[in-house]
């Protein structure tokens, strides 16, 4: 079982910045994919960014240039530092990680962006 620790949300102004961390222990090895979906109530779950074992990073294309993913192998963390931000990122962001075809998710955290 993977448990996944998300940190780094936070209330911020347009065009502020915030980076997420999300922290993988318990049965972290194999892990293949990490990354974040984001959620506003009403509207459904999107993949904002991933990463695979191998380094490949995806974005959706709401936030391509402005978002972006990386990771600390040591601390078996990976991060999600957001520029720029927008009011329509308003969302509960879910760190996930996928070990043999099983998903596991973090607690979520609140990122706000307004005026």
């Known amino acids: 079982q993977v448990q996944l620790v998300e940190s780094g949300g936070g209330s911020v102004q347009p065009g502020g910045s915030l980076r997420l961390s999300c922290a993988a222990s318990?049965?972290?090895?194999?892990?293949?994919?990490m990354g974040w979906y984001r959620q506003v109530p009403g509207k459904e779950r999107e993949l904002v960014a991933a990463?695979?074992?191998?380094?490949?990073?995806n974005y959706a294309d709401s936030v391509k240039g402005r978002f972006t993913m990386s990771r600390d192998n040591a601390k078996n963390t990976v991060y999600l530092q957001m520029n720029s931000l927008k009011p329509e990122d308003t969302a509960v962001y879910y760190c996930?990680?996928?070990?043999?075809?099983?998903?596991?998710w973090g607690q979520g955290t609140q990122v706000t962006v307004s005026s």
């Open positions: 990463i695979t074992s191998t380094g490949t990073k």
């Open positions: 996930y990680a996928i070990r043999y075809g099983i998903s596991s």
């Open positions: 318990g049965s972290i090895l194999s892990i293949n994919t």
